[in-house]
């Protein structure tokens, strides 16, 4: 299982960044996908998932309406579309695959938010 994060930056306040991740070694269209993010000094948590077909979608709280997730099964591809980014979204986001009750997870791509 490889999955490899890209597209995050420095960006100022209220606006928007676009997560991907290409994921490899496994049947992508066959599980939930999943963005978590680690602000320093907190744990990580879980921004948003989809499901293994793109019909469902989960967001924490503290993104909801801002970010989007979605999927492309013939791409193999998870994305993170971040809208209206405050300073408190700042964070090492990571793509996640949860299989046979394994977590698997990227490297990680750093977002900050900054004026």
């Known amino acids: 299982v490889q999955l490899v994060e890209s597209g995050g930056g420095l960006v100022q306040p209220g606006g928007s960044l676009r997560l991907s991740c290409a994921a490899s070694?496994?049947?992508?269209?066959?599980?939930?996908m999943r963005w978590y993010r680690q602000a320093p000094g907190k744990e990580r948590e879980l921004a948003a998932l989809?499901?293994?077909?793109?019909?469902?979608?989960n967001y924490a709280d503290g993104v909801k309406g801002r970010f989007t997730i979605s999927r492309d099964n013939a791409k193999n591809t998870v994305t993170l579309q971040m809208n209206s980014l405050k300073p408190e979204d700042t964070a090492v986001y990571y793509c996640?695959?949860?299989?046979?009750?394994?977590?698997?997870w990227g490297q990680g791509t750093q977002v900050t938010v900054s004026s």
């Open positions: 070694g496994f049947t992508f269209s066959s599980y939930y």
């Open positions: 996640n695959v949860r299989r046979h009750s394994t977590d698997y």
């Open positions: 989809i499901s293994n077909s793109g019909a469902f979608t």
